[in-house]
């Protein structure tokens, strides 16, 4: 798979000065590294795979949906996404993993440390955000509707 060394250059330069522990996939254009979050998630892995003209930072959950819990799952990553202005979360269906995907097009830009940063911490940001909501749907210990509006409700600023 070809990817651009350009992207990859300035990607490596903000993880460098972000001070990020990284890996980086020289045969395939990948970046791997991890972050913890606070909320029931406890771990995201991070992917960023670099293409040609643009990169896409993939946020993966540690926890699978199953069968009893696939539909709750389904209809709370709805319920987010609807929301959402930047990125989304998607399921596998062939095995229940879920995680969030947020592209970035790079065609005749300059790319910016700015966009790099806020692509990376939306990711995590929006892990965090939803995790407690993710766990207990998957989990099976709330359904999508009260699991989304406990998220709504804890994300907003205290009086």
Same mark, same amino acid.
């Given at each position: ?23 980086? /996939? +020289?045969?395939? !254009? ?7 979050? *606070? @909320?029931?998630?406890?771990? $995201? ?46 399921? /596998? +269906?062939?095995? !229940? ?7 970035? *097009? @790079?065609?005749?830009?300059? $790319?910016?440390?700015s966009v790099i940063r806020n692509s990376i911490y939306i990711t995590a940001q929006m ?31 205290? /009086?």
């Open positions: 798979m070809s990817y651009s060394n350009e992207i990859c250059t300035a990607i490596k330069g903000f993880l460098k000065k972000d001070e990020w522990n990284y890996q980086f /996939d +020289e045969e395939n !254009g990948n970046f791997t590294m991890g972050i913890t979050l *606070d @909320c029931k998630i406890k771990n $995201l892995e991070m992917i960023i795979d670099v293409r040609d003209d643009s990169y896409c930072v993939i946020g993966s959950i540690p926890l699978k949906a199953d069968k009893e819990t696939f539909v709750e799952t389904v209809r709370l990553l709805n319920r987010i996404n609807w929301e959402t202005l930047f990125g989304s979360f998607e399921m /596998d +269906e062939s095995d !229940g993993e879920v995680r969030y995907r947020l592209s970035v *097009d @790079c065609e005749d830009i300059s $790319l910016s440390e892990a965090n955000k939803y995790g407690n909501a993710l766990a207990q749907v998957i989990m099976g210990f709330s359904n999508a509707n009260d699991a989304f509006l406990a998220a709504k409700q804890a994300d907003k600023p205290a /009086d």
